[in-house]
């Protein structure tokens, strides 16, 4: 065997191996990620139908509804973050996501009487509801269809109704490479994305990258397990898609009783800043939060964003005489 002949089967090798420990890279993350969600989550049997949720610590109800790409895993991680511990956190998996079906009406209303069909199975009469990104859609509606159930409701970078300007994703190439992904549910191709340019789904998921950059380690590191928690893709797509076309409209949002806080970014390129504004606008009392920067992940605001939450809970009326029931 010549030189050149030897050079090709070296390098031909070396492609195989290569491949073969990329291939075992992202077989391993993923069926890590499968295996956790498989333990982690219960099916309520409620009158609305199969609703996947999960639940931790103990104290106040807390519902924490989350958003696009999300899970009951997603909604516990949110819960930890914003409120710590003192709460019974109920975290259900919305329709299409994980183990909750898609019923024949997937709207945001239906999402909401689902909520308070989970609630009542759970034998749970009042809680603080927190409703991020797409998930203040049915968070708002529960407030309005089922205000007796909401003693407190916080909406995170919410992707509700906003006619002038409308929540969305960005229209840069790369997110629109990575919706096309979302829509696939190409699990591998979001693994290979993540290893390659991350700054692509940085964007994606509302975040100027810019910001991640000049963020602190723990930040980054933050950012970065929020884009890996999507994976598995597969098991998430069908709901991205529901939230990708949720045929929002106006709301009477002035009928909604419960204290209200809404926080968002100026920077945030999902562009909830006009959605927020409205909201705040239109519900009686609620207090609404802009920070400059920090995207739809509040990157760099995560200790403010828990004060801010504290506060506004200490002072909901209704919370004291909530904090030691079962």
Not at 160 to 181: C, D, H, K, N
Request: hydrophobic share 50%.
């Amino acid at each position: 065997m010549n030189t050149a002949s030897l050079f090709l089967v070296v390098a031909s090798l070396a492609v195989v191996v290569a491949g073969g420990l990329v291939f075992r890279s992202y077989n391993d993350t993923v069926g890590r990620a499968r295996a956790v969600l498989g333990s982690g989550g219960r099916i309520a049997s409620t009158t609305a139908g199969p609703i996947e949720y999960a639940e931790k610590g103990a104290g106040m109800p807390l519902l924490s509804i989350h958003g696009a790409g999300g899970g009951y895993d997603q909604g516990l991680a949110n819960a930890a973050e914003l409120v710590g511990d003192g709460f019974r956190v109920i975290a259900p998996s919305r329709f299409g996501y994980l183990g909750t079906p898609i019923p024949a009406d997937a709207s945001p209303s239906a999402q909401a009487d689902a909520h308070a069909a989970l609630l009542a199975e759970l034998k749970v009469d009042k809680v603080v509801v927190v409703g991020i990104s797409a998930g203040a859609c049915s968070a708002v509606e529960l407030a309005l269809r089922h205000p007796g159930r909401v003693a407190a409701l916080i909406l995170m970078v919410p992707g509700t109704y906003a006619p002038a300007s409308p929540v969305a994703i960005e229209s840069s190439r790369g997110s629109q490479f990575a919706f096309r992904l979302v829509n696939a549910g190409a699990d591998f191709a979001w693994w290979a994305t993540e290893k390659i340019a991350p700054s692509v789904l940085i964007r994606f998921i509302g975040v100027p990258p810019e910001v991640v950059a000049a963020a602190p380690k723990a930040e980054r590191d933050r950012v970065m397990q929020i884009a890996r928690s999507v994976q598995p893709l597969s098991r998430r797509f069908p709901g991205i898609n529901i939230d990708s076309n949720p045929g929002l409209h106006r709301l009477p949002l002035e009928k909604i009783t419960a204290p209200t806080l809404v926080v968002t970014a100026r920077d945030d390129l999902f562009n909830t800043l006009p959605a927020a504004e409205l909201a705040a606008g239109a519900i009686p009392d609620a207090r609404l939060v802009v920070f400059d920067t920090g995207g739809h992940l509040l990157v760099g605001h995560e200790q403010e964003v828990r004060a801010i939450v504290g506060e506004f809970l200490a002072k909901s009326s209704d919370l004291p005489a909530m904090r030691n029931r079962p």
